[in-house]
């Protein structure tokens, strides 16, 4: 088949995966569309947990001062006894931030704050999402994907190059592919919905009887709104009253309490919880992300988080593909994403077991700060006397000082799109230079210096040693001063040879040619 492709990638859903997925692809210059069924935006607060590992993400593409601004932290959770005391402790251990992970306390956003802010950066970049518009049926081979597009301009017939399933748990990009979608219905029912209320402060994550499932009932502030998040579990089968009415009913029913009144409902919905995960997240040209390959419970902020840092996995991937990369760069992204999502499944069914007992305390185990890919294919520790941090880690951040005496961050050498190699205590860069790959020497008289010691901290380089940190922020190889032969294998792996020069897409290649 002609491969006239009308955009090298085809991104189907536009919730948080599906944007992050976008706005790293727009700033890589790699073509796309992003369509979703629905007509608008989701109105929804549903994944209101930003975790520090997608603050640090989120930092990279440019919006975390956005998000912070009209998001906020988690409040105290306030407990409430029958007889209408209470007693008030942190839902979030304190942590203190430190140089090498300044991110360091979840944040509360809605779901639709977080997901406006992407859509303005995307915007940026000059694209936008395409409401009303889905996919209704996909075909591949060899070179591509020939997809079907329907929306109420009637069917649209498209070739791209690859297509994303970024489509919810209910994807048709999954059961188009036949991919199986193992797990368990987890036999829980519960209520969320986003009310506007009199009767409680917004100082406080209200609960009501926290160790009884027939009972329990939380309403939690959200931050930069008016609103609050109702969460209760509910009995599996029979109709749910969602309207202010019902809603109100509920509340004095588990309360006792005829002072709060649900004013109005912006948005609601009961579901059933499931743990489940895609048999596989790769069909040749077609890809699953976020809800599409996997579901679980919404206890511990997880969900958003993992489908976000899904899709921070695939976008460099299929830039550098689309740019020259070997086509097997590209299944390193099951390889490294699934795991990830089973060990997911399992922390969120732990924590919904520990919330039945009404135990909400979260701490380190939900940052997503030490989560990795040490196993992958992707991860090469050149010395076999490894020690401290190891390929596959996230790569720690560091105050550091610039030759012209600036101060800067480790996170600063890293944004953008490239690849960074950090040499230490070297008098020349141990590779040529090349396009797509920053370059960095650190130690007296060089590039920056390692005023604090927290470099030589967190990398425990000796001299001569060497960390490459790839584009998602991940140690992909480490190594010492005599070992820059796998180096260079390395990066000839990955699309990096010296002496390659890639474009993005054939205006480049155009814009190029006018210059000559």
Request: with cysteine; net charge negative; aromatic share 6%.
């Amino acid at each position: 088949m002609k491969n006239d492709f009308a955009v090298q990638v085809l991104i189907c859903g536009a919730g948080a995966a599906g944007l992050t997925l976008a706005i790293d692809l727009a700033r890589r210059g790699i073509s796309f569309r992003l369509i979703e069924k629905m007509e608008g935006p989701f109105q929804g607060s549903r994944g209101k947990g930003i975790q520090p590992r997608t603050q640090e993400v989120f930092e990279d593409l440019g919006i975390i001062n956005r998000i912070v601004a009209v998001g906020g932290l988690y409040p105290p959770q306030r407990e409430y006894r029958d007889d209408g005391s209470f007693t008030e402790s942190p839902v979030i251990e304190h942590a203190d931030s430190t140089p090498s992970e300044p991110c360091h306390i979840p944040l509360l956003v809605p779901q639709f704050l977080t997901e406006r802010v992407m859509r303005e950066r995307l915007l940026e970049w000059g694209h936008v999402v395409e409401f009303g518009c889905e996919l209704i049926g996909l075909a591949q081979d060899d070179d591509g994907v020939t997809a079907t597009l329907g929306s109420q301009a009637g069917e649209q017939v498209i070739r791209v190059r690859y297509l994303v399933g970024a489509d919810g748990g209910r994807s048709f990009v999954r059961h188009a592919l036949g991919i199986g979608f193992p797990g368990k219905t987890l036999g829980i029912r519960a209520v969320v919905a986003d009310v506007a209320l009199t009767g409680l402060g917004r100082d406080a994550w209200h609960r009501f009887n926290g160790g009884s499932m027939d009972r329990q009932m939380s309403l939690c502030p959200l931050a930069g709104t008016d609103l609050f998040q109702l969460q209760a579990p509910v009995p599996l089968d029979g109709d749910i009253d969602l309207s202010a009415e019902g809603l109100c009913a509920m509340v004095a029913g588990r309360t006792g309490r005829d002072d709060i009144r649900i004013e109005s409902v912006s948005w609601a919905s009961a579901f059933n919880m499931n743990a489940r995960l895609a048999d596989r997240y790769r069909v040749g040209s077609v890809f699953l992300v976020g809800d599409a390959a996997h579901v679980h419970p919404p206890t511990g902020g997880q969900g958003l988080n993992t489908s976000v840092q899904d899709a921070y996995n695939l976008g460099w991937k299929l830039a550098a593909v689309c740019t020259g990369a070997p086509d097997a760069l590209l299944d390193s992204y099951e390889e490294e994403r699934r795991p990830i999502a089973a060990d997911v499944l399992g922390l969120a069914s732990r924590l919904l077991d520990a919330a039945r007992q009404g135990v909400m305390r979260r701490g380190r185990e939900v940052h997503q700060l030490d989560l990795g890919y040490p196993g992958s294919s992707l991860a090469m520790h050149a010395s076999e006397d490894a020690r401290g941090l190891l390929a596959g880690d996230r790569a720690p951040d560091a105050p550091i000082l610039g030759a012209a005496g600036q101060p800067t961050r480790l996170f600063d050498l890293f944004k953008g799109t490239q690849w960074t190699l950090l040499a230490y205590a070297v008098d020349d860069k141990p590779v040529l230079p090349r396009a797509g790959l920053h370059i960095h020497k650190l130690g007296a008289l060089a590039d920056y210096t390692d005023e604090g010691g927290h470099f030589r901290d967190a990398y425990d380089l000796t001299d001569g040693g060497w960390v490459l940190v790839r584009p998602d922020g991940y140690v992909g190889a480490i190594g010492a001063s005599g070992e820059i032969g796998a180096l260079e294998n390395y990066l000839r792996k990955v699309g990096l040879a010296v002496g390659e020069h890639r474009h993005a897409c054939p205006s480049a290649d155009l814009a190029m040619s006018l210059t000559k």
